[in-house]
């Protein structure tokens, strides 16, 4: 009877490390990647005194302001302000805005959610 020889293994022990090593350092790529809780600003002083097109997804300077703005005119809340426009900002422009639209200022602003310069000026300084 002819003798069997067996097939080498396959060293799976190796592979499965550096797989275990890769789908590890992956994970904590992602936790390291992964996006800090935001800050909260004072409102105490001022943050940018332009007027560039500030919009959603914006972050930085420009959109601390807006915020602390907001703030000043009841439209967000103080635990709102972070530097980062989204959604919770986007909604306090457009109802800015539509306050605008509506009162004293008489539809001198359009109504769409972006801080451009009228809806700078009008932040600052109302519609004195």
């Known amino acids: 009877m002819p003798l069997l020889r067996r097939r080498p293994r ?3 022990a190796g592979v499965l490390l550096s797989g275990a090593l890769a789908v590890s350092s992956l994970a904590l790529a992602t936790v390291a990647s992964a996006p800090a ?6 409102c105490n ?3 940018y005194s ?3 097109l500030t919009a959603y997804g914006d972050t930085g300077s ?3 302001e807006a915020q602390c703005l907001l703030v000043g005119w009841g439209r967000l809340k103080a635990s709102g302000v972070d530097g980062q426009f989204g959604p919770t900002t986007r909604s306090a422009v ?3 805005q539509k306050g605008l639209k509506s009162g004293a200022c008489g539809g001198r602003v359009s109504v769409d959610g972006i801080v451009g310069p009228v809806t700078w000026y009008y932040l600052r300084y109302g519609c004195g």
Do not use: K
């Open 37 to 42: 809780e935001a800050a909260t600003y004072p």
């Open 50 to 52: 332009g007027e560039a």
């Open 10 to 12: 396959p060293r799976l």
């Open 94 to 96: 457009i109802a800015f």
């Open 45 to 47: 002083r001022t943050y």
């Open 62 to 64: 420009r959109v601390t």
